[in-house]
């Protein structure tokens, strides 16, 4: 398990066009020499915590979609661009949420129908439910009913299309966002770094009449297995959504806070969240009966304008250190400013934190003692019902998927998951995987999957490396010479 991890946090992206996107990306390879400079750990995962795009204003849902679009095909080349400069393209370790601004408002308006009724109090009491499907317009002081629910639940069609297309080529764990778009969350854990991310959409029931930010109680409710589960595994659980928990009186676009309880329960200790457009406000939500407590870590808006900003704040986004033992974090949060007085491309110096003086501040959070690991007898077992599974099915997909749940360091996981994923034609996967290999079987199917999908990047590295300056095998020597030739390595 890594005892160091950095998380660079950014939200609230908004203004990205056409004409500055490589502005803006420029402004992180500048950062990533910064990091380096200073001993700063570069980048273990991207958060994004929301509000891509602006959307759009136009009222013809052809116009607005096509701008809609337009805008999340800019904004995906600056996040793919980030995962260039800090991963080398791998995408998996970006995270991403919606905001308000990613629900394509131009649906919701066509699915709404005007109330004309003599006796509105029954609207007026249905009208704070959780699930109300009634609506007030302050600007036409009229009520209005969603009459198309199934159309409504299309308002996040534009951003789902984007996030599925992002994280097309990410296999594993595959990438594509929960069927029930404002009702699930998802689950994204990365075993080695000892961090588990809960994703969750804060924008449950938002629409242009109803701005309130929202999680659905089931959205929590339905991971609880699996949450407990990391929770005992001692994984550091950081809960992503968009929304602020505080706002002032007259204010109703921020979430309703209510959901924070039930998530201390899970193990969650941790939220990165966007919106307000302030950087690094931190909360300490406490539950005062059982200790269990919650940090609450906002970005600012990494590329919104001055009509955007908080008055006194400029672009600004989070770096976030990690460091870590058996059963405690120390987190360090630094915010960067933009001080170019909103140029094309960013300049970023160290900034303060909310209202503060600080240009830092740590905090710890206390982890439960993570379990043993099973026995190897427990192990075995599993693997013989995931064998048996798959060759009564035929589905080598599915059983690497639960090979990969597995331990990797043991022998027997490692020699099932290469054969199913060869079966399965896995490529990408196997390079992935097993970039190091620990065996001639797992060089050999290394070495094919790099053949056959033309990927002379990730052969040159193992070719390079002292495990393939060693080797001894006869098979793996021949095939490396075929390599040789067809990837044009000599």
């Not at 919606?98 to 609207?123: E, L, T, W």
């Not at 659905?216 to 407990?228: D, E, I, R, V």
Request: charged share 25%; aromatic share 10%; proline share 3%.
């Amino acid at each position: 398990m890594a005892s160091n991890i950095t998380i660079l946090h950014i939200s609230d992206l908004h203004r990205i066009t056409e004409a500055n996107v490589d502005c803006l990306r420029a402004s992180f390879n500048v950062e990533k020499e910064y990091y380096r400079a200073n001993s700063i750990p570069m980048p273990s995962f991207i958060v994004v915590s929301g509000d891509i795009i602006q959307g759009s204003r136009e009222t013809e849902p052809p116009k607005a979609q096509e701008e809609i679009r337009s805008q999340y095909e800019v904004a995906g080349r600056f996040l793919a661009g980030l995962c260039d400069i800090f991963f080398s393209g791998d995408r998996s370790r970006m995270i991403i949420v919606p905001g308000n601004h990613d629900v394509s408002q131009y649906v919701p308006r066509g699915c709404m129908s005007i109330i004309d009724a003599d006796d509105y109090k029954p609207f007026v009491d249905s009208l704070w439910n959780d699930d109300s499907n009634i609506r007030w317009s302050w600007k036409d002081l009229k009520f209005y009913t969603i009459s198309d629910t199934v159309g409504y639940k299309r308002r996040f069609d534009d951003f789902i299309d984007f996030y599925n297309n992002f994280y097309r080529d990410v296999k594993w764990p595959e990438r594509k966002y929960p069927g029930l778009v404002d009702a699930e969350a998802e689950v994204i854990d990365f075993k080695e770094e000892g961090v588990t991310f809960v994703c969750f959409n804060s924008c449950y029931q938002l629409d242009h009449l109803q701005q309130s930010g929202y999680i659905c109680f089931n959205a929590l409710s339905n991971l609880s297995t699996k949450l407990l589960e990391k929770k005992r595994q001692g994984r550091l659980i950081i809960a992503v959504w968009h929304h602020h928990t505080q706002g002032l009186p007259k204010e109703n676009n921020y979430l309703n806070y209510r959901i924070l309880d039930n998530m201390t329960k899970y193990g969650i200790r941790m939220a990165l969240h966007g919106h307000q457009h302030i950087s690094g406000i931190l909360n300490e939500y406490r539950d005062v009966f059982t200790e269990d407590n919650l940090w609450l870590v906002s970005a600012g808006t990494v590329y919104g304008n001055s009509s955007d900003m908080v008055p006194g704040t400029t672009r600004q986004y989070n770096l976030i250190t990690i460091d870590r033992d058996a059963s405690e974090c120390q987190v360090t949060l630094m915010s960067r400013e933009d001080k170019s007085l909103q140029n094309p491309e960013p300049v970023w110096e160290n900034g303060l934190i909310g209202r503060s003086q600080r240009i830092q501040y740590t905090f710890k959070i206390q982890l439960e003692a993570e379990e043993k690991e099973e026995s190897m007898e427990e192990v075995y077992q599993q693997i013989n019902e995931i064998n048996r599974e798959a060759e009564k099915t035929k589905d080598y997909l599915q059983a690497s998927k639960r090979l990969l749940e597995l331990d990797l360091n043991n022998q027997a996981v490692r020699k099932f998951l290469v054969e199913y994923l060869s079966r399965a034609e896995d490529w990408d996967t196997i390079i992935k995987v097993f970039a190091e290999p620990k065996s001639s079987l797992e060089a050999i199917a290394f070495i094919e999957s790099c053949i056959k999908t033309k990927n002379a990047e990730a052969y040159g590295s193992f070719s390079r490396s002292p495990y393939a300056e060693e080797i001894q095998d006869a098979n793996v020597r021949t095939i490396m010479a075929d390599a040789d030739i067809i990837l044009k390595r000599r």
